[in-house]
């Protein structure tokens, strides 16, 4: 099997063996700009994988289905973000009830079509500002999504299902929630806003105790 590095300028490709930290081996032999094209099949890396370069982590264009990256065998989290403009692009984070999110994001991220089943929370936003989230799916969770950070991130077409407690928790100002849906028949709140410079236009929150919460 092999995990390949597709370079910015398009002049070369690098690949490199995979084994549980295949992913991880793959953003140490990228540069800035690259992209790590994930084969699809089941993953489980050893620790948590780092993206600590702007890289684009993705399906290969011709997949049919996401790759499935599994909880670390020694950690809670899967993948951390630490530095800016990092995209992960259509990738399935599959958790057995983890204590810790999914990823954590502590710097500027896109993601576009990521699945995150059965963690605690789904994704936890630290840091950073202008987050772009689209097409995103978060089941089985304590909480969907936790936006601390510096805000003004847009969130739009995201499907949170199935929390126990909270859909999304929204702690930074200035974000856009588009065209959301956030079902949990069994969850307390749905969307909780503890600053209220955020917009929620064209969305659906239904099922929990308390739809939008605003503080």
Do not use: C, Y
């Amino acid at each position: 099997r092999g995990l390949t590095v597709e370079t910015d300028d398009d002049s070369a490709d690098l690949t490199v063996d995979v084994n549980f930290q295949g992913i991880q081996s793959g953003i140490d032999a990228a540069s800035a700009g690259d992209s790590v094209v994930v084969a699809d099949d089941l993953r489980q890396p050893r620790t948590t994988i780092t993206a600590n370069k702007r890289v684009t982590i993705r399906a290969a264009s011709d997949a049919t289905t996401r790759p499935v990256i599994q909880s670390p065998q020694n950690d809670d989290v899967v993948l951390r973000v630490e530095t800016n403009d990092v995209e992960l692009n259509r990738l399935e984070f599959r958790g057995n009830g983890n204590p810790g999110p999914a990823l954590v994001l502590e710097n500027r991220t896109t993601l576009f079509g990521v699945t995150a089943t059965n963690w605690t929370t789904g994704i936890r936003v630290t840091g950073g500002s202008d987050h772009d989230f689209r097409r995103l799916s978060v089941r089985e969770t304590d909480t969907g999504i936790r936006m601390s950070g510096g805000g003004s991130s847009e969130l739009q077409a995201v499907r949170v299902i199935d929390t126990a407690n909270t859909g999304i928790r929204v702690e930074s100002p200035d974000n856009e929630l588009r065209q959301m849906t956030v079902r949990n028949p069994n969850g307390k709140t749905g969307v909780r806003l503890l600053d209220n410079d955020n917009t929620i236009p064209q969305s659906i929150v239904s099922g929990s105790r308390f739809g939008v919460l605003s503080e």
